[in-house]
Nanobody, 123 residues
């Protein structure tokens, strides 16, 4: 059975940093396209960072470029999202997703999801 478990969320002030982790079991992340998404209340999930399988090519939402970094540790079967220079607009629930294909920015193309972790940034 596949499980993705996010952690690392919390409350920070503007300009602060957080590192989100997503530990996988029941699948090998290296074989999957991976994405970090966030969801505002009443809104659809939006991709903030995604990584292709194997080669690990990464892409980012324009508003997080230069501030967020997605990475993967194959030995730990974990994908990370390093978030720096956070602002109130980054307040959301963050989810990791995995799909057995090339990563995309479209949430409905992902097969597996974690439960989400709350990030709150105060001004």
């Amino acid at each position: 059975q596949v499980h993705l478990v996010e952690s690392g969320g919390g409350s920070v002030q503007s300009g602060g940093s957080l590192r989100l982790s997503c530990v996988a079991s029941g699948l090998t992340l290296e074989h999957y396209g991976l994405g970090w998404f966030r969801q505002y209340p009443g809104k659809e999930r939006e991709a903030v960072a995604w990584m292709t399988n194997y080669g690990g090519r990464t892409e980012y939402k324009d508003s997080v470029k230069g501030r967020f970094t997605i990475s993967r540790d194959d030995a730990k079967n974990t994908v990370y999202l390093q978030m720096n220079d956070l602002g109130p607009e980054d307040t959301a629930i963050y989810f990791c997703g995995a799909r057995f294909a090339i990563a995309t920015m479209y949430a409905d193309e992902y097969e597996h999801w974690g439960q989400g972790t709350q990030v709150t940034v105060s001004s």
